[in-house]
């Protein structure tokens, strides 16, 4: 598909996003999609929102925690090799990881962070009250030593490094967001700024440090989540906040190699399916990888998508077979799988254009 101006295909767009946001459980919603010269710019409001409202990113922030990872590579500060012991204390590795016995904590390494192959369990839904669900109720507090606590308290999945496995765990970006602090000398809102923010002028995108900075309203079901300090506790693994025409700068940018040597991704395209999204979502070098292509789809489309999602509701992914960039966020964190099921849709959609 070389022309996207086509009315009957806007109007398919437009028909998705009615059929979205006439669920009862949608309060606010954007959906903008563009090519990747921007003679292309579709988009959609509802609820008061617009591509220039504030919204959570979620998880979309690992891809900002993975920019800076690759910049601190390619500066030659870290290798993907390096051990953590190298990075944290003795307090934080000792029995972090013990599978079937074995204790693998000194074989971590900064590569099974990224990758989402250290074998953690995830964090935020373990446990009898598992964080995802106390969030909803609860405004709380949490550090990285906590979530290290339930890691070492909840059982690990496989041996970290293990070939062909992933799992996916907020522990490991929050572990990066550590390193990066450490190699910069500087809090991870800085380092975002310094490699992200700044390169790009993002001037709606932040991570809130303090309880002056704005947090936009998350809702699960019809309840107004005050999750404002929790959402302040996982700064690199989804803390940021930002709008749909800055996420969309920064998803170019980011796999149009404005923001590191897009050689790179020789080293990230390395993939295997974790447990969210089966069984098309799976995990490579920091980013996420939707493969559309077979039965998944039943054969409606093509090739893959890559970029990330957040389980409140935004979705940021580039669809390389068509050119077109989807970025959207329908604000419900009680309907994690529209992340998945969104992006499908456009890119069947699209699939005969």
Not at 122 to 134: A, E, N
Not at 241 to 266: H, P, V
Not at 295 to 306: A, R
Request: a positive charge.
């Amino acid at each position: 598909m070389k022309h996207y101006g086509d009315q009957m295909l806007e109007a398919k767009f437009e028909k998705l996003f009615k059929k979205l946001v006439n669920s009862k459980s949608i309060h606010e919603c954007t959906m903008h999609i563009e090519n990747a010269n921007g003679d292309f710019n579709w988009n959609m409001g509802y609820g008061g929102r617009t591509i220039d409202s504030p919204m959570f990113l979620a998880s979309v922030t690992k891809l900002f925690t993975t920019t800076c990872i690759l910049n601190l590579k390619i500066q030659g500060k870290l290798a993907f090799e390096d051990n953590l012991s190298k990075y944290f204390s003795s307090e934080i590795i000792k029995g972090v990881h013990i599978y079937k016995g074995v204790d693998y904590s000194n074989d971590l390494t900064v590569g099974n962070l990224l990758f989402q192959n250290t074998g953690f369990p995830d964090v935020f839904s373990v446990g009898k009250y598992p964080l995802h669900k106390k969030m909803v109720y609860e405004d709380f507090t949490a550090t990285l030593e906590d979530y290290v606590k339930i890691a070492k308290d909840n059982k690990k999945l496989f041996a970290p490094g293990s070939v062909g496995k992933a799992h996916y765990s907020d522990l490991n970006f929050e572990m990066m967001g550590k390193i990066i602090e450490k190699l910069e000398n500087s809090s991870l809102h800085e380092a975002f700024k310094k490699y992200v923010f700044d390169p790009l002028e993002l001037k709606n995108t932040y991570l809130p440090e303090n309880e002056k900075d704005f947090i936009p309203n998350v809702y699960y079901k019809n309840i107004k989540m005050k999750c404002y300090k929790t959402i302040r506790s996982i700064p690199a693994s989804g803390g940021g906040i930002s709008t749909s025409n800055d996420t969309m700068k920064f998803l170019k940018a980011f796999f149009g190699g404005k923001l590191f040597e897009k050689g790179i991704f020789n080293e990230l395209r390395k993939f295997a399916t974790i447990q969210y999204g089966y069984p098309l979502a799976q995990y490579g070098g920091g980013f996420m990888r939707l493969n559309i292509s077979g039965i998944g789809t039943m054969f409606k489309c093509k090739g893959e998508m890559i970029g990330h999602i957040g389980m409140t509701g935004t979705y940021a992914y580039y669809y390389p077979e068509k050119d077109l960039y989807f970025v959207g966020d329908y604000n419900q964190f009680a309907t994690p799988s529209r992340t998945f099921t969104i992006p499908l849709n456009l890119a069947k959609i699209v699939s005969n254009y």
